[in-house]
């Protein structure tokens, strides 16, 4: 079991999941709880045991120096902060790595974490690959079984039916105790699918934003979007078989009906300006 550094008291806690692996093309997922865990200056309050749930020939524990010079080993894991005085709800992030084995043991892990710090919603984000145009907003589903939560957040419920990742196991052992769950992903071009993809992690952001109806500050997120879509451009201009498909994608998502530009999707938009300038439109 986890052994916490110090159990906080948290306001009205939503924890934000992301693991790497199957669910996080791109490490779009898992970048953006890097990205959260920075810009709130998140705390660590402990890390599951690794032993129990990794295969270290497959994922592999680094070797390292520390400030002293000494030499040390850092073992795959799934790790706990926290994040207080954000507004209506603190928040707990998950970031680690998709278990080897025993994925139900791990869930529990979590949903035990859950109770003790006594989380109200549980909203794990994930990444895939897709055939989307790079040029063009990334696509985000959000999801939730919850019908509350639907109404309240103005999300979809799944319909998705095949192989799932960890991801969906845990959203599963949420429901089977009636904790509150919601799924945010974004779709990353299949063919830039190296990691990161800055564009599809700012995507990811922005509707974290929404979710928690709060600001997160972006830093360099923004212009490394824009230098990633920059040098996709310049990796299309150079093979003429990529930019034939690119346009393909581009005239199929231009065609069709775009979420991002119905009245939802720009009213949105406003809120998140607004929170961004609380003191009102600029004249």
């Not at 680094?62 to 005085?85: A, L």
Request: hydrophobic share 40%; glycine share 6%.
């Amino acid at each position: 079991m986890i052994e916490f550094e110090h159990l906080p008291e948290l306001r009205a806690p939503v924890l934000i999941a992301a693991f790497e692996g199957w669910n996080d093309a791109a490490d779009s997922a898992s970048d953006t709880i890097a990205h959260l865990r920075e810009v709130w200056n998140a705390v660590e309050i402990g890390a599951l045991d690794p032993e129990d749930y990794y295969d270290f020939q497959v994922n592999r524990p680094d070797v390292g120096f520390d400030e002293s010079g000494h030499r040390t080993i850092t073992w795959p894991t799934t790790s706990f902060h926290v994040v207080r005085g954000l507004g209506e709800h603190d928040v707990v992030l998950v970031q680690g790595i998709e278990p080897s084995m025993r994925w139900r043991s791990f869930c529990e892990e979590i949903l035990a974490v859950c109770a003790d710090l006594g989380v109200e919603l549980v909203v794990t984000l994930g990444a895939l690959l897709a055939d989307t145009p790079h040029t063009r907003p990334v696509p985000l589903t959000s999801t939730a079984d919850d019908p509350n939560l639907l109404t309240r957040l103005a999300l979809e419920p799944s319909r998705y039916e095949g192989p799932t990742g960890i991801v969906g196991v845990l959203q599963d052992a949420c429901r089977r105790i009636d904790l509150p769950t919601a799924s945010l992903w974004a779709a990353v071009p299949h063919y830039v699918a190296a990691p990161p993809c800055p564009k599809a992690t700012l995507a990811l952001v922005h509707r974290v934003e929404d979710l928690l109806d709060i600001a997160v500050p972006l830093g360099e997120l923004p212009a490394s979007a824009r230098a990633w879509e920059d040098g996709v451009d310049e990796m299309a201009a150079d093979d003429e078989e990529v930019a034939d498909y690119v346009r393909t994608l581009e005239e199929q998502r231009d065609t069709a009906d775009l979420p991002e530009a119905s009245g939802d999707a720009i009213a949105r938009e406003f809120e998140r300006y607004l929170r961004r300038h609380p003191e009102g439109p600029v004249a």
